[in-house]
């Protein structure tokens, strides 16, 4: 059996860092900062961790809501999307993944893209 994606990136240790570093990014970033403002960051980074867990093949932990109900009524425009896509490619690299993983996983967000902008 092939490795999951999950375990190519060096499953939970590995997401977690990839997490932390991307919420570092989106709150760095005015435009995007913005939307977390009541948001409870520590239960957001769980969620994430579990949400990337399940796209990427790990264990099935997510117990957060589906992405269309999750963003709706944020009135979230493409150049947000691609914003978060751009942080989280910059936050794989750093956090050592390959060119080839990095690409697997952006191509598994962004196929939740129209679920994400509610279109
Ligand atoms: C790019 C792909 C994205 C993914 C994979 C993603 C994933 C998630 C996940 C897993 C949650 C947690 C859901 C829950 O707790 O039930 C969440 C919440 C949230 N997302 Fe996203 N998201 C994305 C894009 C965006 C964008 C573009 C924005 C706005 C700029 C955004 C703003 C938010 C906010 C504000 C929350 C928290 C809502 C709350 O406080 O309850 N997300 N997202």
């Known amino acids: 059996m092939s490795a999951t994606l999950y375990d190519k990136l060096g499953g939970q240790p590995t997401i977690e860092k990839i997490v932390d570093d991307l919420h570092k990014r989106i709150l760095a970033d005015n435009t995007l900062k913005p939307f977390f403002a009541n948001t409870d960051m520590a239960k957001q980074r769980a969620h994430q961790i579990a949400f990337f867990s399940?796209?990427?093949?790990?264990?099935?932990?997510?117990?957060?809501?589906?992405?269309?109900?999750?963003?709706?009524?944020?009135?979230?425009?493409?150049?947000?999307?691609?914003?978060?896509?751009?942080?989280?490619?910059?936050?794989?690299?750093?956090?050592?993944?390959?060119?080839?993983?990095?690409?697997?996983?952006?191509?598994?967000?962004?196929?939740?893209?129209?679920?994400?902008?509610?279109?």
């Open 54 to 119: 399940l796209i990427f093949e790990g264990p099935k932990q997510y117990t957060g809501r589906p992405m269309d109900k999750t963003h709706t009524g944020m009135s979230l425009q493409e150049p947000h999307f691609d914003a978060i896509a751009n942080h989280l490619t910059e936050a794989m690299a750093v956090g050592g993944a390959s060119a080839e993983d990095t690409k697997a996983a952006l191509d598994r967000v962004s196929s939740l893209k129209g679920a994400i902008l509610n279109k």
